[in-house]
């Protein structure tokens, strides 16, 4: 069992930075994969970004590829979203979530692939 709070949310302008936090409780934080995705007002959650087990791969969504940065220390139980200059369309809630399957060799882009999700973290863009 794996609990997530999310931390770090808020208003930022346009071009701004924001730096995400998953505090993860359990033991077995380091063995899963881990992910974060979004949702806006009014549309789908989606695939924001994925960290292996290990914190030696990573998988970003094309539209945040070169902005966003997922990372992870085992040893704090902590996950990471660093996200760099911010754009109006990067407004909706962050949710950080914990795959379903311990020590897996692959990384996955849909949420029904975690099994445990935290309560998300709002951030707001301005133009």
């Known amino acids: 069992q794996v609990q997530l709070v999310e931390s770090g949310g808020g208003l930022v302008q346009a071009g701004g930075s924001l730096r995400l936090s998953c505090a993860a409780s359990g033991r077995t934080f380091s063995s899963y994969f881990m992910g974060w995705f979004r949702q806006a007002p009014g549309k789908e959650r989606e695939f924001v970004a994925a960290?292996?087990?290990?914190?030696?791969?990573?998988d970003h969504a094309d539209s945040v590829k070169g902005r966003f940065t997922i990372s992870r220390d085992n040893a704090k139980n902590t996950l990471y979203l660093q996200m760099n200059s911010l754009k109006p369309e990067d407004t909706a809630v962050y949710y950080c979530?914990?795959?379903?399957?311990?020590?897996?060799?692959?990384?996955?882009?849909?949420?029904?692939?975690?099994?445990?999700w935290g309560q998300g973290t709002e951030v707001t863009v301005s133009s």
């Open positions: 979530a914990a795959g379903g399957a311990r020590y897996s060799a692959y990384l996955y882009r849909t949420p029904e692939k975690y099994d445990y």
């Open positions: 960290i292996h087990w290990s914190g030696g791969i990573t």
